[in-house]
Structures are given as C-alpha cells and as structure tokens.
T-cell receptor, first 115, second 114 residues
Framework: QKEVEQDPGPLSVPEGAIVSLNCTYS??????FMWYRQYSRKGPELLMY????GNKEDGRFTAQVDKSSKYISLFIRDSQPSDSATYLC???????????????FGQGTILTVHP | GAGVSQSPSNKVTEKGKDVELRCDPI?????LYWYRQSLGQGLEFLIY????????KSGLPSDRFSAERTGGSVSTLTIQRTQQEDSAVYLC????????????FGPGTRLTVT
C-alpha cells in the first residue's frame, strides 16, 4: 500500500463549479502538507501549504487537513478553465523522521474545467 | 530571477546506452532533489543533496543510477545501461535549504528508451 493515496480521476467540471480534491495517507509522521499544480509538460508548482491540522484559505483555494482521519483536501471555488491541470498532494515528515525533507507525492488528479 | 533549468528537455536513447541529465538549481539554493514521474504515477523521490553531499541514496531504483553535484550548484543524474522501464520524466527541484517545504521544480527531462 502506498503511503499517500490520491484518486487520479480524471475529473471534469463546468466553469464556476466547486472542485474537491482529496488525499489519504498512512504515515502518522507527516506534519507538512502541500498541494502542487502541474500543467502539461511543466514541472509542479506549489499552490498551498499547511502545517499540521486545520484550514488555510488563499483566494479561491482552501486547503484542509484532518490528521485524526489522515485525510487532506483542496477546494477550488468558482473554478476556471485556467485551473485545468494535474493536482498533486505532497507530504513531509517532521525533523528527525526518516521521511524528513523528502516530499512524498500522491498520484495526482487530472482536472478539466470546461467553459 | 531564473528558475530551475534542466537539460536536455527531451532525450531518446537506445536500450543499453548511458545518459546524463543535468539540473541547474536556483542560485543560492543549497538543497537539490531529483524525482521521477512515470505515466500515471506520482512523483517518485530519487535522491537529495545538501550542498554537494547526498546523505541518502536509498531512493535510487538500482545501481545503474548515480548522481553528483559539484560546487554546490549543478547536478547530474546518470543512468547507465538504460532499460525501457527507465522511460519517464525526470524532475529536479531545489530549495533554499534542506527540509524547506517549498521546493521549486524545473520543467523536467523526458527520457524515452527504445
């Protein structure tokens, strides 16, 4: 079983819809949770970062972490065609753990927002 | 300023040949990371450098893979005797220091082994 599980989709939504992307994980040492966005034939770029549990909002994007359930989410409000990309969750452990400093990625979810 | 650059952007090679992939990190970034992204898979961590040192090489898939970094800057990932299963996009990332969550990725090198 992979340390991080993410539904690869693909996910297709109409413009303006609310998008929900999710990952589950098994390593309780993970403390840092990130969402990366990757456009076709480009490298991933950091979208959101959250430490430990809680919510974080940045414009149309909201990241949620529930450590008790080992579950993280990314919500995109008022989705736009320009949001069409692959979204990757990534996690890193606290200092001292064997996974410290390394990012463990989910498989990525392919999202298409159609006009 | 300039981001992470990688070369070549595409590489087609015959099975059994050696290839070298290059990464130029962001200036001043002390940590450098290599990942591999296969079709339908997430990013697989390969190796990281703190300065010129690679403390943990356990992520390298086999002993055909090696990496080095010189002058705390450019890094080269070498794959010897390439196999078809090595076909993937190889991504390099750098961060200001090791353990920083914010890693900046290059565009990747798409390797195809025929």
């Amino acid at each position: 079983q992979k340390e991080v599980e993410q539904d690869p989709g693909p996910l297709s939504v109409p413009e303006g819809a609310i998008v929900s992307l999710n990952c589950t994980y098994s390593n309780s040492a993970f403390q840092y949770f990130m969402w990366y966005r990757q456009y076709s034939r480009k490298g991933p770029e950091l979208l959101m970062y959250t430490y430990s549990s809680g919510n974080k909002e940045d414009g149309r994007f909201t990241a949620q972490v529930d450590k008790s359930s080992k579950y993280i989410s990314l919500f995109i409000r008022d989705s736009q065609p320009s949001d069409s990309a692959t979204y990757l969750c990534a996690m890193s452990a606290r200092a001292g753990g064997t996974s410290y400093g390394k990012l463990t990625f989910g498989q990525g979810t392919i999202l298409t927002v159609h006009p | 300023g300039a981001g992470v650059s990688q070369s070549p952007s595409n590489k087609v090679t015959e099975k059994g040949k050696d290839v070298e992939l290059r990464c130029d990190p962001i200036s001043g970034h002390t940590a450098l990371y290599w990942y591999r992204q296969s079709l339908g898979q997430g990013l697989e961590f390969l190796i990281y450098f703190q300065g010129n040192s690679a403390p943990d090489k356990s992520g390298l898939p086999s002993d055909r893979f090696s990496a080095e970094r010189t002058g705390g800057s450019v890094s080269t990932l070498t794959i010897q005797r390439t196999q078809q299963e090595d076909s993937a996009v190889y991504l390099c990332a750098s961060s200001l220091r090791f353990g920083t969550y914010e890693q900046y990725f290059g565009p990747g090198t798409r390797l195809t082994v025929t």
